[in-house]
């Protein structure tokens, strides 16, 4: 199951700690002095942490523009404010926001030395590779799910009868600094915690049984695995202005970027991507609610060829909390752990997202699985997305 010869993409500096926001402006000060603040703002600015985070980069005399996202990134938004840094000579990205914003900032710092728009290097759907040069990235991330600070892909999106979401990728994508407070996330409503940390326990998942991961992948994996199993709930309760379970939480979707960007994913972020580009439905939220079928849906597969990976399955099973000793009952642990998570976290039905039962066939057609440790056939993908309808 362990690849014998891997690829590791470079890492960023990783600032991580309550309190490391008011480091911000002396960070960033090395890579420039003209930024991009790119934000999803309300939120932020509602809890004051957008005026502390610009005060900062004051103090270290980087004049800020400011550019609010409120969606999830199109290439016509990311060409438009690239254009727009263009012009005024900015020199440096600081994207400061969800998995969302993360991702404009990345795209944005990707587009400004191009010539060509955005859409044009969208993985499946443009002909051109991206060249990797691009303006520094600071990415701050203020939910606790893409683990996108740490990754080398962009997704950007349109949404509609021919949506997609798409990747701009390339390994000199990955940001130069992850500034991760966990601090930044005590704002976060309960409902949204809960689908960005169910984001974040799916990429672990996978990254963990992809047929490309490696030792260093587990490690990682194994890591925010045990974070989840940790702090999850205690990050999720309404009342809870719970540093610790934050930076839990925060550390697991870290944990999930670098896992992710070096082994991939499974079957359940290839149906994600898919449904978010055609339905309306939040990408943690999407995840979330097929994680526990897809699971099983894998184990039960692995169980007719007899494969490896339900050793893989079974330590996924332990490090969340199983104290079963043998493979199967870890196995059948774990899957009933999931469930428990998604029923206690009331993670929403797609139904509620507008997908048609007519919409499963072609969902499942255009989803990939390649790094699914189990290829399913398009009747299981339909399977797994009617049990979540
Ligand atoms: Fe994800």
Redesign the pocket.
């Known amino acids: 199951m362990v690849a014998d010869r891997f690829d590791w993409m470079r890492t960023p500096r990783i600032l991580f700690g309550p309190g490391s926001l008011a480091q911000l402006g002396e960070t960033a000060g090395t890579f420039g002095q003209s930024a991009a603040v790119v934000t999803g703002a309300r939120a932020l600015r509602q809890s004051g942490r957008c005026d502390q985070a610009l005060h900062s980069l004051a103090v270290a005399d980087i004049r800020c523009r400011v550019y609010e996202v409120g969606n999830e990134p199109t290439p016509n938004l990311v060409d438009e404010l690239a254009a727009d840094v263009r012009l005024h000579g900015i020199n440096l990205v600081i994207a400061i926001g969800g998995g969302s914003v993360l991702d404009a900032g990345k795209a944005v710092a990707a587009m400004v030395p191009q010539t060509h728009p955005a859409e044009a290097f969208l993985e499946g759907v443009g002909t051109r590779a991206h060249d990797g040069r691009r303006i520094p990235l600071v990415a701050v991330p203020t939910t606790a799910?893409?683990g996108s600070e740490a990754t080398a892909n962009a997704v950007l999106s349109r949404v509609g009868p021919d949506g997609y979401k798409a990747s701009l990728r390339h390994p000199n994508l990955v940001p130069d600094v992850a500034l991760v407070d966990p601090e930044l996330a005590l704002s976060c409503p309960a409902h949204v915690t809960a689908a960005c940390g169910m984001?974040a326990l799916?990429?672990l998942i996978e990254a963990y049984v992809s047929v490309r991961a490696s030792p260093m992948t587990d490690a990682l994996a194994q890591s925010g695995l045990v974070a989840v199993r940790d702090h999850l709930m205690r990050a999720c309760r309404t009342d809870a202005a719970d540093v610790n379970a934050r930076a839990g939480m925060a550390y697991a979707s870290l944990a999930s970027g670098l896992a992710l960007a070096n082994a991939g994913l499974g079957v359940v972020?290839g149906l994600?991507g898919v449904l978010g580009g055609l339905y309306p439905v939040p990408?943690g939220v999407a995840?979330g609610t097929l994680v526990g079928v897809a699971t099983g849906m894998n184990i039960a597969k692995l169980r007719e060829t007899g494969a490896a990976a339900l050793q893989k399955y079974a330590e996924v099973g332990r490090f969340l909390g199983a104290r079963e000793t043998d493979v199967d009952a870890c196995c059948n642990a774990l899957v009933a752990i999931l469930s428990g998570w998604v029923d206690e976290l009331s993670l929403p039905r797609l139904g509620e997202y507008g997908l048609p039962a007519s919409g499963l066939a072609h969902v499942a057609r255009r989803a990939s699985n390649k790094n699914n440790p189990v290829r399913l056939s398009l009747a299981e993908m339909e399977s797994l997305l009617s049990e979540r309808l």
């Open positions: 799910g893409t984001d799916t990429q972020h994600a990408h995840c």
